[in-house]
């Protein structure tokens, strides 16, 4: 059951009119004041805000560029230009003030306007081909580096609940990461810089309601099968090598989708949160054949270093589809510990000293301290 339309996609991808259907490129008016500029600036206006208030969640001089957007890019799609720049924005703003549920909308209308209107959809290729048609959409996901959507995405909340909740996916690993410090006075002392605990994650999990849940998980579920399917009719278009990368927002969204799952578990009807898995596991699938059999057991295993590649995998697994447990983390402790001499592992594992030589009088094995 995903929740409602935050946009009228349907009106959106009307053709502007009868006889031009994509209407005009904005962007040769070169006035500051024309229609693209004036969202562009509003554009690197938010970026820029948000980058210097990293450390003032007070401010709302990012939110005031981002609500600019949301009133200037519908008007241009509908009454002035079929533009896939244009688009992305509208996506960067819609996932910050509707979170998943406008991205799922943002995704919908770019796949609608690459669908009716590829041939001539703004901006037109140009003496680098396509690659400034498909630039925005590639700066979403990113090209060697995260891209625009990663941030916004993680920062997305997942559950309901008052302070200190909501909580975002971000938020929930920063949660789990403290929940691995062995040391109590170290954890106590991270969960109080921090400013809230996985205790106070299952709580906000507790208070938020089943619809909640079951929205949130559809809404990503929807997202991630539309952003597919824009990848797949960019690679159509473009062919494979010119394609924009689409890995890193799959990845973030699975594993937004894997952590709502989980942690909702309790909250979904039962039939609801299987029919969901088998829908994900089917979508990976669908990946392509060479990168499913690298993951595949095809014998025993033979060497040491397999031994240990396998259990990369299987940790990278339970990160994935159980990011609470802790099964993961001790998994990626043990390959690290493989790795190591002895005499290093000895003191990672008793970095007391003087615990070390009592331990080296008892086993009679040298460590570094006896040299």
């Not at 499913?292 to 396998?310: C, D, H, I, L, N």
């Amino acid at each position: 059951m995903t929740s409602v339309e935050i946009i009228p996609i349907d009106r959106l991808l009307q053709p502007i009119s009868e006889d031009n259907a994509v209407g005009d490129d904005i962007r040769e008016d070169p006035s500051p004041t024309s229609l693209y500029y004036s969202i562009k600036d509003a554009r690197n206006a938010a970026r820029a805000a948000e980058r210097s208030n990293m450390f003032d969640s007070n401010s709302n001089e990012a939110d005031e560029h981002w609500r600019k957007i949301l009133e200037l890019a519908p008007d241009i799609l509908q009454n002035q230009s079929k533009d896939l720049e244009i688009a992305s924005w509208f996506t960067e703003a819609l996932i910050r003030r509707y979170g998943f549920q406008g991205l799922r909308d943002g995704f919908k209308l770019i796949q609608g306007l690459i669908e009716q209107y590829w041939d001539k959809l703004y901006p037109l290729p140009d003496e680098d081909g396509l690659e400034t048609r498909v630039a925005s959409l590639s700066g979403l996901n990113g090209e060697g580096a995260e891209g625009v959507l990663i941030p916004p995405i993680r920062n997305v909340e997942i559950t309901q609940g008052k302070e200190p909740g909501p909580f975002s996916y971000w938020k929930y690993q920063q949660a789990l990461e403290v929940e691995k410090i062995i040391d109590e006075e170290a954890k106590a002392d991270k969960a109080a810089k921090l400013g809230f605990t996985h205790n106070d994650v299952e709580q906000a999990v507790s208070d938020s309601s089943e619809t909640f849940f079951i929205n949130i998980r559809d809404d990503v579920s929807e997202a991630i099968t539309t952003y597919r399917e824009i990848g797949r009719m960019l690679d159509e278009h473009c062919g494979i090598n010119d394609s924009p990368p689409s890995s890193n927002i799959i990845n973030i969204l699975e594993d937004c989708l894997g952590t709502i799952n989980h942690i909702g578990k309790h909250k979904m009807p039962a039939e609801d949160l299987a029919e969901n898995t088998e829908a994900n596991i089917t979508n990976n699938s669908s990946a392509p054949s060479a990168t499913v059999s690298s993951t595949q057991t095809t014998g025993p295993v033979t060497s040491r270093a397999e031994a240990f590649k396998k259990l990369t995998e299987i940790s990278e697994f339970f990160r994935k589809t159980e990011p609470h447990s802790p099964i993961s983390y001790i998994l990626e402790r043990a390959v690290k510990w493989g790795d190591m001499s002895l005499n290093d592992l000895i003191k990672e594992l008793i970095p007391d000293s003087s615990a070390r030589d009592t331990y080296g009088s008892l086993t009679g094995i040298k460590t570094d301290d006896d040299y």
